[in-house]
């Protein structure tokens, strides 16, 4: 029995040294699980603070920890405002990651200490519309009472909904918004940003400086056989590269989200891995590959910084428009676009419009029927042109009807042959069950 008192201090002490270990560990040489968390974290509370104006710890608690993996409710955020930079960690000290605002380009995710690209100046953001002119043009709105009788039952919009809007005739004819949100509130539209990326590269086409049949893309596929990925292969998923797209663990999109400064050189290092045109396979790396070569356009980076806001969004008065880039300066056209509701929408209708604005021809002629054709390895689920195109379970709704969908339930479906689109954010995970299908389908049965 004398012993039993030694044994016990020496399993203590053995117990001491493997949790000082561990907390050795962890900070010295965190998982890369814990890093892609912390990188999450301080991403998206760093949008929502310097973008949408909002409350730290309610982003936190809300958009991080709520939905999220059950390691991030141990995530710990600190802001700072004057250097507009936004730390995270587990616990407030293990495995931290950082993410850095820069004026009408957003945050990005970088190490501890590390630069972003500034932005440029003179953006050149749209300028507000008159407040007597129906949006559009301004923000006037007249909401047809059945619709916006749909669009208050949370069987339509779902749990967590954000804004729902009804944009039929080139007006808005309902809109609504949840609680603590707003006509004023830019929000995350995830990878309905590919559609949007798709469209600036649209606009690259038109003035002749890009073609589909484009090859020989990034110098760092010179003289291998990705030399032979076309345009075209990429703006339809089938360019043939090797990428995980699955979420909730270090794949490659959540390494190259939250752990790289540099998304595009991350992504173009992906094999070859069946040949281009020949398979489909959804990918945000191949969407951040779009971003830089249609920057690659440009000689001056900071001429491609300026693109978007001069070709899209000042056209289409989409003045609370930002596309985030990353931390090298590339445009994350996967994945990072805020947006209000209403500029959501104003997009939606350009689509809705063939391309044109107030007369005037911002898409090349057919682009955008290319986003109602299915490419050729999808078996008709997805489009020639950075969309979604209905299920089996959708075959009811006009044949012409594409969608941009976005994580956690962002979608517009876009319907032109009705002159009609239907806008529904909100944060809505997968396993809520949600399906927009019912709304759409109600909405589409008021307007016949």
């Known amino acids: ?43 998206i509370v760093c949008s929502n603070v310097f973008l949408a104006g909002r409350d730290p710890e309610e982003v936190l608690t809300v958009d991080v920890q709520a939905p999220g993996h059950p390691l991030l409710k141990l995530m710990k955020v600190e802001v700072d405002r004057d250097e507009k930079r936004v730390r995270a960690a587990l616990l407030g000290f293990i495995a931290s990651n950082e993410a850095v605002y820069r004026e009408g380009l957003g945050c990005a995710a970088v190490p501890e200490h590390v630069s972003a690209v500034p932005a440029p100046s003179a953006l050149g953001q749209a300028s507000g519309g008159g407040p007597d002119a129906f949006w559009p043009n301004g923000d006037i709105v007249e909401s047809d009472q059945a619709v916006a009788a749909v669009l208050s039952d949370a069987a ?4 967590a909904m954000r804004a729902v809007l009804v944009v039929r005739d080139g007006r808005i004819i309902g809109e609504r918004y949840g609680e603590g949100f707003s006509a004023d509130t830019p929000l995350l539209g995830w990878s309905m940003t590919k559609t949007v990326n798709a469209a600036i590269i649209g606009t690259l086409m038109r003035e002749g400086r890009l073609e589909p049949d484009q090859r020989a893309l990034l110098p760092q596929w010179s003289g291998d056989p990705r030399e032979d990925i076309t345009l075209a292969d990429l703006l339809s998923m089938e360019d043939g590269l090797s990428f995980n797209e699955n979420y909730g663990s270090v794949t490659d999109v959540t390494q190259m989200l939250y752990l790289e400064p540099d998304m595009a050189a991350f992504a173009a290092a992906a094999p070859l891995v069946t040949g281009p045109g020949t398979s489909f396979s959804y990918s945000s790396g191949s969407a951040v ?31 609370s428009a930002v596309l985030e880039t990353d931390a090298a300066g590339t445009f994350v056209g996967s994945s990072y676009m805020y947006a209000t509701g209403r500029d959501w929408a104003r997009f939606a209708l350009l689509l809705l419009r063939d391309g044109v604005w107030d007369g005037t021809r911002i898409l090349p002629e057919g682009f955008v029927g290319l986003m109602a054709e299915p490419n050729g390895t999808s078996g008709g689920r997805y489009s020639k042109m950075q969309t979604w195109l209905p299920g089996e379970d959708e075959a009811d709704l006009p044949a012409d009807t594409f969608f941009l969908q976005g994580h956690d339930g962002q979608t517009i479906a876009v319907i032109p042959s009705l002159d009609l689109a239907v806008v529904r954010l909100g944060l809505t995970p997968r396993r809520d069950g949600y399906d927009v299908t019912p709304l759409v389908r109600r909405i589409v049965e008021l307007s016949k």
């Open 156 to 159: 339509f919009t779902g749990s």
């Open 1 to 43: 029995m004398s012993y039993l008192p030694r044994i016990f201090k020496i399993l203590a002490a053995v117990l001491v040294l493997c949790l000082i270990g561990s907390f050795l560990w962890l900070y010295f040489a965190s998982p890369a699980l814990l890093r892609v968390g912390a990188g999450y974290t301080a991403k």
């Open 289 to 319: 590959l779009l971003s830089r070569i249609w920057m690659n356009a440009f000689a001056d980076q900071m001429v491609a910084l300026r693109y978007p806001n001069h070709a899209l969004f000042r056209p289409l008065g989409m003045r």
